[in-house]
Structure formats: structure tokens, C-alpha cells
């Protein structure tokens, strides 16, 4: 048997109130895809930091093609040959593309020779690059392919890639791939971190996977299903969500010719966005970050305002009303952001559910609050959705995303809406959690109520959505049913190439 | 060495601790500096804390000072505590105070010598109202043009104070005070004047007036959704848009009712403690009630409790100027600390201490 490139063996690492990994062990062979699965929390991050060396384990040992390793510094790891490809992107966007790469280099050459390099080495691996443009003016896709350029010209051994396909379409994911396969049969390592199950099954031969810090497994992804790699991170049955068939009702929602500048000077103006959503329907809007989904949430909940005509609810002009008007006709909302959005960090569970409950729940009286029917309020919630907490009395920042999630979109749904918009449901949130809520909306809009879905996660809106739409540059294109809709299909949608008229459902 | 781990809740104790240890601190480093300036550090602390209070000699006197001190500091410091709560920051206090008192004074004079009982009730609304005019500029400068409401408030104290100069030699002197600055004096004159309720207590309508206040805000902030919205827009501006707070709204609201909290302690005092309109009529008041309303933790009772330690320290310091020759600069150093210490402490509220070994990570 050969020497593995990395062999990791009994890594320990504890923070203070947590073992973040213990006692793990796994080798990666040469010219190898390796799978780092588990949920948020499982101890990938820390495992791969103690690899890149920004974090020192307690005990166990790593050997490098039989040597000890023990980096102490990123640089130390990069003259080994490791490098990583972070989940966020490092680039100043006010700098070129060979600016960017020098500046993440231990030693860079000049930046003309840099430049013809990275020209270079993007063409051969099929990620062409212009080294002269600006990073601000790039796709999420290209610059990610900044970061992993700038790895490739440092001639890697490993490379480590952070859920890297989390901002890409399903066509530059299947760029990444080409790229990533091609590596793969020059003889390098790639160490792939990844909650998409598909994607994983696609690329990888060997799977680790991790559960509260320990190794729980081994496997190659390919002869498992999704749904079985997905049991064995979360460690128990999987409740697939799930919905009877249905006919869609009237119109609940209908958003007419909706442009809308942007308050942020970073943010997408909406254009012309046109949709009408039935009751009982799912419709889900994809798209890649940045592209208006917090301008497009805003201007549902109320918090931007909008000519009257732009937003109404059964029939009754909306857009010029704030939130609480809009709640009492029905529209309820739970933004991306859990803490300081949908819920204020610092305060308690019961002061959280006054939030957005306040008017609909009638938990004030004549100006006055009625803390104890807020208190129960909260503890409905919380009972309902399997909110894990001490109690009501605590603090929203104290809970885990998938706790607090579930709590913020169980105080909407409790409230009954006819219309619900949601922002990233399940976004950082473990997978049990994430299918709960899923069956939460599904289970609503089966009800009769009309839900908008607004994600990243594509698996996510092809699993629950009824029907599909795309933001592109602020432009909503025409919504068409998943029924019968390729991931090709998507993939143009998303960017943006869809022809407006065409079939709109 | 020494590491900051954040608390998963804040923590109850230490939220109402700190307070405490900042001023057991300030005690100890404030006899520090009494001890470098020469002086005797357990006799000037005992002075400053305890002799206005139970000395004999000194009792008499001080202790309805105690009130006098405490009322205005505890009005202007409760209505600040909501804009503070709200994270609106009004630091012109001192500035509606004079602005307050001037229209409160305005009304005394324009009636001066007519006898009648709304007299001194129209003052009342003329002190708040004119604590309130001086505010709105800061707030609707704010929400108009996006201003920064901590310099527009501060700047204006100047403003405050050179109006305050003008009318004491202009328009408000008194005609028949030979040409001394200054007006008449108000406390004299029956219809206008706020008295001392009970003869010998240093209660008067001022004290009244905060007592209402702080229940007033109490109720507010606990009970009421406007106290909720309120705590909601300073911890997290957006949840609060999110639950259809109209944050300019709030930045008027709570500036305005600030102002109008220190025009009426400015009101009280100018017809009261006082007694007339003068160039140096403000003491800082406006400026102190910063502290009291942090040391308070901007809590309506916390509040009562550290305007009235605050106000010993005020009375305490006076003594020990007078006593013991300590310079005023040092007093004034003393009550700077306690703010000082008080942030400096808050941190073990949100966070824990832990001793810990460096590591290269």
C-alpha cells in the first residue's frame, strides 16, 4: 500500500463548552476527491483550519507523504503545498484580478509575468480569466475562479475547497467540476467540503463523515444515495417533506411592474419584477446572492415602500404600506437575516415574538403589552416547532440558527398568513431542522395560503416549489412550473437569459 | 493572560454589580489623586459621602440639597435614558435646560406683578416647551438632512449658553436691579415662584415632577409597545423597521420628549433653587445627567439612585472644596471617573474573564 498524501490521525481540538473535533482520523490519498461531510457544527471548519495551520489541535499527529506536519501558519502549509479555497471570498474589489492574486501570494513575481501566468494557468484549466479586470466588476463564479487560480499557480498538492459551489449556477458548476476532475488526473488531492449530497456523489470516490466532531463513518459516495449519505451526517431517519397533490387557487399575491432603487449603495435595484402567486402555491425565486432578493423581501414586507399598484394582496393595493398594515392584511414576512432582522439578538424569545406578532395576536392592548400573552405566544411557538430552548425567557443570540429559524418562521406561520415570504428558510441550518421547516411550508401552503420562497439553495426550491422564477441584475423572469423543468433549464434562467413571455403559468 | 469569552446571555448580576464597583472604584483611585493633591484621602471621601448626610454640623443644610440636587439631574436624565435606550444620542441636555428656563422665565416676567394662579402652570408648559423647540432642531436636522445628532445637540449648548447671556444682560434684566445682569428675582415673586413643599425637605415641585417622570418612563419602557419599539431601535435598527417602527418618528419623539424632560428641570430650577435668570445660571446639570442616566443603566429606578448619589457628590464636593481646599477641577475629575469606570466595568456584563495560556492561532 502507497503512503497517503495526508494522513491525519486522532486530532483533537476543544474550544471552551465545546469538543469541536475528537479523536480524528482519515487519510488522503494521492490524486484523490475527498469528501469532509456533516452538518453545521460537525467540526469540518476546525478540522480544515488545523490542516491549513490557523489552528493548533490539542493532540494527534498529521503526516505529510509519510513526514510529520504540523503547520503553525498558513504559509507554513502553502510551502507543503496545501491550499484553500475559503467559503468567503478574500478579494478587494477595487483591485485588478493580478493585484488580488499577488496579494495572497507568499512571493509574488512581477505583476506583468503574474498576469501571463494567470492567463496561463486559467486557460489550461479551463477558468479563463482576464488578469486586467476589476474584481468589483465580476460574477460570484469568476471570482471564485480568482481564488482558486491564485491556488493553482502556488502548484498545490492539496487543495481544500469550502462548500465552494454555494454561489455558483448549475453551468459553472459544472465548469468547476471539468476543472476539479482535470486536477484530480494530474495527481492532486482535492479535500471537498460540501452539504450538497448530489454534487458529492457526482465528484467524490471517498467520503469522512463527521457528526459532533467524531468521525462517523466512511464510504464512497457513489454507491450511496443522497438520502443515505444525508441519515448518516444527521445520525437518525430523515423525514423527507412532503405534500398531497393540489390545484392552486385564486390569486393571493400579485406583484405588477415592481422597479424599486435600492437604499444601499451596494444593493440591486429591482426592475419591472411581474408575478402573481395563487393560493396554496409554492412559488420559489432562485438566484445567486446580490441579485435584488433583499430588495425584492423588503419591498414584500413592507419595509420598502413601493407605488400602491406595485404590491396587492387579493386584490387590494398594497405598496405604499408599511409592515404592520400589510400584516394585517395577511402578508407576513421572515427575512435572510436571523439575528438583528428577523429577531433582535439581545432580546428574549418573548419580546421576539411581540415583533412581529404584536398586531395580529392582539398582544397589545390599548397601547399596552400583554406580556403574559406574549409569553404564551411564544411558548406556542416554540412547542409547535421543536424550538430547542431553556425556555422563552431566553435570548435569541443564545439559541443555534436552526433553533432560532425555526422560531422565527413558526412565529409567521402560527399567525395564519395568506401570504408568507420567506428569505433563505434553511440557510446555515442543520438538516433535521431544515426539513422541518420545509414541511412547515409545505403544510401551509397546503392550507390554502400562498408562500414565496426565496433561495440559493436550488435542490431546496426544486424539492417544495410548485413553481419557479429567477432574479437576475433585479429582473424577476417569468415564473414557470418545476414540473418538467431541467436543472439546464434553471441554470439559463438564473442567468437571466430566459425570454420574458414565455409561459408564464 | 487575561481573555474575554462572550456570555451566551448577558449576565443579570453583573448588569446591576458594575454600577456598584464603579463607584468603589472611583472611591479608591478618587483618594489616589485627593492623596497626590495633599490632602488627607479617608477625610476628603468621608467628606465627599458621608458628612452631608449625617454630620451634624453640615446635615442641616445639606441634606435638603440632597433633592435640590438630585430632582433635575433625575428629570433630565430619565428623558435621555429613553432616547439612549433607543440609541439616540442627545448630549444637548444642558442646552434645552437654558433654552427651558429662559421660556419659563420669559412667562414670570411677562406677567410680573399680576397675581394669577395660572401663572406658574403656563411657566411649566412654556419650560417644557421650550426644552422641547431646542431639541426638535437637532431632530429634524437629523431626519431631514441625516445629521449627526450628537454634535448638532452639543453644538447648540453653546448657543444655549450665549442666549442665556444675552437675555441675562439684554431683554430679562431686571429694570430695577441698578444694572446688575441678571433677572428678577422670580422666586419672589408668589404667582411665579416653586417653592419648597415641606419647609426644610428641598421637595419642590421639581421633585414632583421627576418622581412622576421616572414612573412615567417606567411604565413606558415595560409596559407600553412604544417602550418595546424604543428598546427594539437600539438594539437592532433593522428588526425594528422590520416591525414597522418608523425610525424618524422615534428620532423626534425621543429628542422631543429629552427636551422637554430638561426644559422643565430648567423651569424648576430657574423659579426655584435659582431664584433668577443670571449668566451663569446653568451648572452643568445637563451634562451630568449623562452620567447619571449610564450609572442608572438607564433604568427609571437606577436612575432615582444615581441621581441622588450623584447629587451628594455634588453637595460632598462643595464641602470639601469648602473645607478642606480641594480644588473644584478635582471634584469635578472624581464624577468623570465614575462614568469612566462604569463603561470600563460594562464589559463583564456581555462578557467573562478567563486566565488563559497564548496560543498561536
Same mark, same amino acid.
Given at each position: 500500500?502507497?503512503?497517503?498524501?495526508?494522513?491525519?490521525?486522532?486530532?483533537?481540538?476543544?474550544?471552551?463548552?465545546?469538543?469541536?473535533?475528537?479523536?480524528?482520523?482519515?487519510?488522503?490519498?494521492?490524486?484523490?476527491?475527498?469528501?469532509?461531510?456533516?452538518?453545521?457544527?460537525?467540526?469540518?471548519?476546525?478540522?480544515?483550519?488545523?490542516?491549513?495551520?490557523?489552528?493548533?489541535?490539542?493532540?494527534?499527529?498529521?503526516?505529510?507523504?509519510?513526514?510529520?506536519?504540523?503547520?503553525?501558519?498558513?504559509?507554513?502549509?502553502?510551502?507543503?503545498?496545501?491550499?484553500?479555497?475559503?467559503?468567503?471570498?478574500?478579494?478587494?474589489?477595487?483591485?485588478?484580478?493580478?493585484?488580488?492574486?499577488?496579494?495572497?501570494?507568499?512571493?509574488?513575481?512581477?505583476?506583468?509575468?503574474?498576469?501571463?501566468?494567470?492567463?496561463?494557468?486559467?486557460?489550461?484549466?479551463?477558468?479563463?480569466?482576464?488578469?486586467? $479586470?476589476? +474584481?468589483?466588476? #465580476?460574477?460570484?463564479?469568476? *471570482? !471564485?475562479?480568482?481564488?482558486?487560480? @491564485?491556488?493553482? %499557480?502556488?502548484?498545490?498538492?492539496?487543495?481544500?475547497?469550502?462548500?465552494?459551489?454555494?454561489?455558483?449556477?448549475? $453551468?459553472? +458548476?459544472?465548469? #468547476?467540476?471539468?476543472?476539479? *476532475? !482535470?486536477?484530480?488526473?494530474?495527481? @492532486?488531492?482535492? %479535500?471537498?467540503?460540501?452539504?450538497?449530497?448530489?454534487?458529492?456523489?457526482?465528484?467524490?470516490?471517498?467520503?469522512?463523515?463527521?457528526?459532533?466532531?467524531?468521525?462517523?463513518?466512511?464510504?464512497?459516495?457513489?454507491?450511496?444515495?443522497?438520502?443515505? %449519505?444525508?441519515?448518516?451526517?444527521?445520525?437518525?431517519?430523515?423525514?423527507?417533506?412532503?405534500?398531497?397533490?393540489?390545484?392552486?387557487?385564486?390569486?393571493?399575491?400579485?406583484?405588477?411592474?415592481?422597479?424599486?432603487?435600492?437604499?444601499?449603495?451596494?444593493?440591486?435595484?429591482?426592475?419591472?419584477?411581474?408575478?402573481?402567486?395563487?393560493?396554496?402555491?409554492?412559488?420559489?425565486?432562485?438566484?445567486?446572492?446580490?441579485?435584488?432578493?433583499?430588495?425584492?423581501?423588503?419591498?414584500?414586507?413592507?419595509?420598502?415602500?413601493?407605488?400602491?399598484?406595485?404590491?396587492?394582496?387579493?386584490?387590494?393595493?398594497?405598496?405604499?404600506?408599511?409592515?404592520?398594515?400589510?400584516?394585517?392584511?395577511?402578508?407576513?414576512?421572515?427575512?435572510?437575516?436571523?439575528?438583528?432582522?428577523?429577531?433582535?439578538?439581545?432580546?428574549?424569545?418573548?419580546?421576539?415574538?411581540?415583533?412581529?406578532?404584536?398586531?395580529?395576536?392582539?398582544?397589545?392592548?390599548?397601547?399596552?403589552?400583554?406580556?403574559?400573552?406574549?409569553?404564551?405566544?411564544?411558548?406556542?411557538?416554540?412547542?409547535?416547532?421543536?424550538?430547542?430552548?431553556?425556555?422563552?425567557?431566553?435570548?435569541?443570540?443564545?439559541?443555534?440558527?436552526?433553533?432560532?429559524?425555526?422560531?422565527?418562521?413558526?412565529?409567521?406561520?402560527?399567525?395564519?398568513?395568506?401570504?408568507?415570504?420567506?428569505?433563505?428558510?434553511?440557510?446555515?441550518?442543520?438538516?433535521?431542522?431544515?426539513?422541518?421547516?420545509?414541511?412547515?411550508?409545505?403544510?401551509?401552503?397546503?392550507?390554502?395560503?400562498?408562500?414565496?420562497?426565496?433561495?440559493?439553495?436550488?435542490?431546496?426550491?426544486?424539492?417544495?416549489?410548485?413553481?419557479?422564477?429567477?432574479?437576475?441584475?433585479?429582473?424577476?423572469?417569468?415564473?414557470?412550473?418545476?414540473?418538467?423543468?431541467?436543472?439546464?433549464?434553471?441554470?439559463?434562467?438564473?442567468?437571466?437569459?430566459?425570454?420574458?413571455?414565455?409561459?408564464?403559468? | 493572560?487575561?481573555?474575554?469569552?462572550?456570555?451566551?446571555?448577558?449576565?443579570?448580576?453583573?448588569?446591576?454589580?458594575?454600577?456598584?464597583?464603579?463607584?468603589?472604584?472611583?472611591?479608591?483611585?478618587?483618594?489616589?489623586?485627593?492623596?497626590?493633591?495633599?490632602?488627607?484621602?479617608?477625610?476628603?471621601?468621608?467628606?465627599?459621602?458621608?458628612?452631608?448626610?449625617?454630620?451634624?454640623?453640615?446635615?442641616?443644610?445639606?441634606?435638603?440639597?440632597?433633592?435640590?440636587?438630585?430632582?433635575?439631574?433625575?428629570?433630565?436624565?430619565?428623558?435621555?435614558?429613553?432616547?439612549?435606550?433607543?440609541?439616540?444620542?442627545?448630549?444637548?441636555?444642558?442646552?434645552?435646560?437654558?433654552?427651558?428656563?429662559?421660556?419659563?422665565?420669559?412667562?414670570?416676567?411677562?406677567?410680573?406683578?399680576?397675581?394669577?394662579?395660572?401663572?406658574?402652570?403656563?411657566?411649566?408648559?412654556?419650560?417644557?416647551?421650550?426644552?422641547?423647540?431646542?431639541?426638535?432642531?437637532?431632530?429634524?436636522?437629523?431626519?431631514?438632512?441625516?445629521?449627526?445628532?450628537?454634535?448638532?445637540?452639543?453644538?447648540?449648548?453653546?448657543?444655549?449658553?450665549?442666549?442665556?447671556?444675552?437675555?441675562?444682560?439684554?431683554?430679562?434684566?431686571?429694570?430695577?436691579?441698578?444694572?446688575?445682569?441678571?433677572?428678577?428675582?422670580?422666586?419672589?415673586?408668589?404667582?411665579?415662584?416653586?417653592?419648597?413643599?415641606?419647609?426644610?425637605?428641598?421637595?419642590?415641585?421639581?421633585?414632583?415632577?421627576?418622581?412622576?417622570?421616572?414612573?412615567?418612563?417606567?411604565?413606558?419602557?415595560?409596559?407600553?409597545?412604544?417602550?418595546?419599539?424604543?428598546?427594539?431601535?437600539?438594539?437592532?435598527?433593522?428588526?425594528?423597521?422590520?416591525?414597522?417602527?418608523?425610525?424618524?418618528?422615534?428620532?423626534?419623539?425621543?429628542?422631543?420628549?429629552?427636551?422637554?424632560?430638561?426644559?422643565?428641570?430648567?423651569?424648576?430650577?430657574?423659579?426655584?433653587?435659582?431664584?433668577?435668570?443670571?449668566?451663569?445660571?446653568?451648572?452643568?446639570?445637563?451634562?451630568?445627567?449623562?452620567?447619571?442616566?449610564?450609572?442608572?443603566?438607564?433604568?427609571?429606578?437606577?436612575?432615582?439612585?444615581?441621581?441622588?448619589?450623584?447629587?451628594?457628590?455634588?453637595?460632598?464636593?462643595?464641602?470639601?472644596?469648602?473645607?478642606?481646599?480641594?480644588?473644584?477641577?478635582?471634584?469635578?475629575?472624581?464624577?468623570?471617573?465614575?462614568?469612566?469606570?462604569?463603561?470600563?466595568?460594562?464589559?463583564?456584563?456581555?462578557?467573562?474573564?478567563?486566565?488563559?495560556?497564548?496560543?498561536?492561532?
Amino acid at each position: 500500500m502507497t503512503t497517503p498524501l495526508l494522513a491525519i490521525k486522532g486530532i483533537t481540538k476543544a474550544y471552551p463548552g465545546v469538543v469541536a473535533n475528537s479523536d480524528v482520523s482519515f487519510d488522503i490519498g494521492k490524486g484523490e476527491i475527498h469528501a469532509l461531510l456533516g452538518e453545521n457544527g460537525a467540526g469540518k471548519s476546525t478540522l480544515v483550519k488545523a490542516i491549513y495551520g490557523l489552528v493548533r489541535p490539542d493532540s494527534g499527529t498529521m503526516r505529510w507523504r509519510g513526514e510529520p506536519f504540523a503547520p503553525t501558519a498558513p504559509h507554513e502549509a502553502r510551502a507543503a503545498g496545501v491550499a484553500m479555497v475559503f467559503q468567503h471570498f478574500s478579494l478587494f474589489d477595487a483591485l485588478d484580478v493580478a493585484e488580488n492574486v499577488a496579494l495572497g501570494m507568499d512571493n509574488p513575481p512581477p505583476l506583468r509575468k503574474l498576469a501571463a501566468q494567470i492567463r496561463k494557468v486559467s486557460n489550461d484549466y479551463g477558468l479563463p480569466l482576464d488578469p486586467g $479586470q476589476l +474584481v468589483g466588476d #465580476l460574477s460570484a463564479g469568476q *471570482r !471564485q475562479r480568482v481564488e482558486i487560480v @491564485r491556488c493553482l %499557480l502556488q502548484d498545490p498538492h492539496l487543495l481544500i475547497m469550502d462548500e465552494p459551489t454555494s454561489v455558483l449556477t448549475p $453551468q459553472e +458548476v459544472d465548469t #468547476l467540476f471539468r476543472t476539479l *476532475r !482535470q486536477l484530480r488526473a494530474e495527481g @492532486r488531492s482535492i %479535500l471537498y467540503i460540501s452539504h450538497k449530497l448530489e454534487e458529492i456523489r457526482a465528484l467524490c470516490e471517498t467520503a469522512t463523515v463527521l457528526r459532533l466532531g467524531k468521525v462517523v463513518d466512511r464510504c464512497d459516495p457513489r454507491d450511496r444515495t443522497a438520502r443515505e %449519505l444525508a441519515e448518516m451526517m444527521v445520525g437518525t431517519k430523515l423525514h423527507q417533506p412532503e405534500r398531497p397533490p393540489h390545484s392552486p387557487g385564486d390569486i393571493a399575491l400579485e406583484v405588477r411592474g415592481l422597479s424599486l432603487r435600492s437604499p444601499s449603495p451596494f444593493g440591486t435595484s429591482l426592475k419591472e419584477v411581474s408575478v402573481a402567486v395563487h393560493m396554496g402555491e409554492i412559488l420559489g425565486i432562485g438566484g445567486v446572492a446580490g441579485n435584488g432578493q433583499d430588495e425584492l423581501s423588503a419591498a414584500l414586507s413592507g419595509e420598502l415602500r413601493a407605488p400602491p399598484g406595485a404590491v396587492s394582496i387579493r386584490g387590494e393595493t398594497v405598496g405604499h404600506m408599511g409592515p404592520n398594515a400589510r400584516r394585517a392584511m395577511g402578508l407576513l414576512c421572515a427575512p435572510e437575516e436571523r439575528l438583528g432582522h428577523a429577531a433582535a439578538p439581545e432580546m428574549t424569545l418573548v419580546e421576539n415574538a411581540l415583533l412581529t406578532g404584536a398586531w395580529r395576536q392582539k398582544l397589545v392592548n390599548g397601547g399596552f403589552v400583554n406580556w403574559t400573552k406574549a409569553r404564551g405566544f411564544a411558548e406556542a411557538v416554540i412547542k409547535r416547532f421543536d424550538v430547542r430552548t431553556p425556555g422563552a425567557h431566553v435570548v435569541a443570540r443564545a439559541l443555534s440558527g436552526g433553533n432560532l429559524q425555526k422560531f422565527v418562521i413558526g412565529r409567521e406561520i402560527m399567525q395564519r398568513p395568506d401570504v408568507l415570504v420567506v428569505n433563505q428558510p434553511t440557510w446555515g441550518v442543520d438538516a433535521s431542522a431544515a426539513a422541518a421547516i420545509r414541511q412547515a411550508l409545505m403544510d401551509l401552503a397546503q392550507g390554502g395560503a400562498a408562500v414565496v420562497v426565496i433561495s440559493q439553495d436550488l435542490d431546496e426550491l426544486l424539492e417544495i416549489a410548485d413553481s419557479f422564477a429567477a432574479l437576475n441584475a433585479g429582473r424577476l423572469t417569468a415564473k414557470r412550473p418545476v414540473r418538467g423543468l431541467t436543472l439546464d433549464q434553471v441554470g439559463l434562467m438564473l442567468g437571466g437569459a430566459e425570454e420574458a413571455g414565455d409561459a408564464a403559468a | 493572560m487575561l481573555r474575554l469569552e462572550k456570555r451566551a446571555q448577558p449576565s443579570n448580576f453583573w448588569n446591576w454589580a458594575t454600577p456598584l464597583l464603579a463607584v468603589a472604584l472611583t472611591m479608591v483611585a478618587g483618594a489616589i489623586l485627593f492623596a497626590f493633591l495633599g490632602k488627607d484621602p479617608f477625610a476628603a471621601i468621608k467628606m465627599i459621602f458621608w458628612d452631608p448626610l449625617f454630620n451634624p454640623q453640615f446635615a442641616a443644610y445639606s441634606r435638603p440639597q440632597l433633592l435640590v440636587k438630585a430632582a433635575p439631574l433625575i428629570l433630565i436624565a430619565v428623558g435621555l435614558a429613553i432616547g439612549f435606550r433607543a440609541g439616540i444620542w442627545n448630549i444637548g441636555a444642558e442646552g434645552q435646560y437654558i433654552i427651558g428656563a429662559l421660556c419659563g422665565a420669559a412667562v414670570a416676567l411677562a406677567f410680573f406683578p399680576s397675581p394669577g394662579w395660572y401663572i406658574f402652570p403656563l411657566m411649566v408648559l412654556a419650560g417644557a416647551a421650550g426644552g422641547w423647540a431646542w431639541a426638535m432642531i437637532p431632530a429634524i436636522l437629523k431626519t431631514r438632512f441625516n445629521t449627526n445628532e450628537i454634535l448638532v445637540s452639543l453644538l447648540l449648548v453653546y448657543v444655549a449658553e450665549k442666549i442665556l447671556a444675552a437675555m441675562a444682560t439684554g431683554r430679562m434684566r431686571n429694570p430695577d436691579g441698578a444694572g446688575f445682569p441678571g433677572s428678577r428675582n422670580i422666586a419672589q415673586y408668589p404667582a411665579a415662584s416653586n417653592p419648597e413643599i415641606i419647609a426644610g425637605s428641598g421637595m419642590h415641585w421639581g421633585v414632583v415632577a421627576a418622581f412622576i417622570a421616572v414612573i412615567f418612563t417606567y411604565i413606558l419602557l415595560h409596559k407600553h409597545i412604544l417602550g418595546y419599539q424604543i428598546r427594539l431601535a437600539g438594539q437592532a435598527p433593522r428588526a425594528a423597521r422590520f416591525a414597522g417602527v418608523a425610525p424618524a418618528r422615534l428620532v423626534v419623539m425621543c429628542l422631543g420628549f429629552s427636551g422637554a424632560m430638561a426644559g422643565l428641570a430648567g423651569l424648576f430650577e430657574v423659579a426655584g433653587p435659582a431664584r433668577m435668570i443670571s449668566i451663569d445660571f446653568n451648572v452643568g446639570y445637563g451634562f451630568t445627567a449623562i452620567i447619571v442616566a449610564f450609572l442608572g443603566r438607564l433604568h427609571p429606578v437606577g436612575i432615582v439612585l444615581a441621581g441622588l448619589l450623584m447629587a451628594l457628590t455634588y453637595i460632598g464636593g462643595e464641602l470639601a472644596q469648602f473645607m478642606l481646599g480641594l480644588p473644584g477641577a478635582a471634584i469635578q475629575v472624581f464624577q468623570g471617573m465614575l462614568l469612566f469606570f462604569l463603561l470600563a466595568l460594562d464589559v463583564l456584563s456581555n462578557y467573562r474573564i478567563r486566565l488563559s495560556w497564548p496560543e498561536a492561532a
